[in-house]
């Protein structure tokens, strides 16, 4: 296993049109991360998923968004009618049961909304 | 609110000048803390964890050391390929192991 992978790398899109990315976390990881990242800022938090169970979101996540993790497995992370605001990094995370232990990125799926 | 602050912004090293990156925390009761290194266009690659205070932790040229208030990342002779942006980030005790990141410090290192 190579590590977190994300789907597709760049995504350029119109203004209005529907979105959806790809999370496979490292494969013994049940817990799950999508984080949103701009130009000169830190990751931040979208949403979390423990197996298959969507179990916290973020205010920043709004309707437009929807994330899902069936079977546990790998993670989609939907955004409906894109808006300009939108253009960032989207980042997924994996973590190893038990507590305090380190989340792994993966590279990122870069959006600009145009 | 669980803050992250770092700084400097950004920081300009000759290769061979040490220095220290610093990272002020507050957080309803700290879980960990944990250094990441991010490299343009890519995503952030973990370098330690810290969880008490008077914890530290080295990897190469990198020690990052933790009190109650503030980590610090100290870089001992840096080299050009240390350059990158590097992340500080906090997860709360009780959270759904969220991090809250700082909008961290570019570092270059000049040959």
């Known amino acids: 296993d190579t590590g977190v992978s994300q789907n597709p790398r760049h995504k350029i899109t119109k203004r209005g049109q529907n979105v959806t990315f790809r999370c496979d976390p490292i494969s013994e990881h049940n817990r799950l991360y999508w984080y949103r990242q701009t130009l000169g800022q830190g990751p931040e938090f979208l949403t979390y998923f423990q197996n298959e169970a969507q179990l916290e979101k973020s205010r920043l996540l709004s309707d437009r968004f929807s994330a899902e993790r069936p079977k546990g497995s790998f993670s989609t992370l939907e955004i409906q009618r894109t808006e300009q605001g939108d253009s960032a990094m989207y980042l997924c995370a994996s973590s190893a049961p038990g507590g305090g232990t380190e989340a792994f990125f993966g590279q990122g799926t870069r959006l600009t909304v145009v | 609110e669980d803050q992250v602050t770092q700084s400097p912004e950004a920081l300009r090293l000759q290769e061979g000048e040490s220095s220290s990156l610093n990272c002020s925390y507050t957080?309803?009761?700290?879980?960990?803390l944990f250094w990441y290194r991010q490299d343009p266009g890519k995503g952030p690659e973990f370098l330690f964890t810290?969880?008490?205070a008077g914890e530290e932790k080295e990897k190469e040229r990198l020690k990052a050391t933790l009190t109650k208030k503030e980590s610090f990342l100290h870089i001992t002779a840096p080299k050009p390929e240390d350059s990158a942006t590097y992340l500080c980030a906090v997860q709360a005790a009780g959270s759904a192991r969220q991090l809250t990141f700082g909008s961290g410090t570019q570092l270059t290192v000049l040959p």
């Open positions: 957080v309803s009761g700290l879980r960990g």
């Open positions: 810290l969880y008490s």
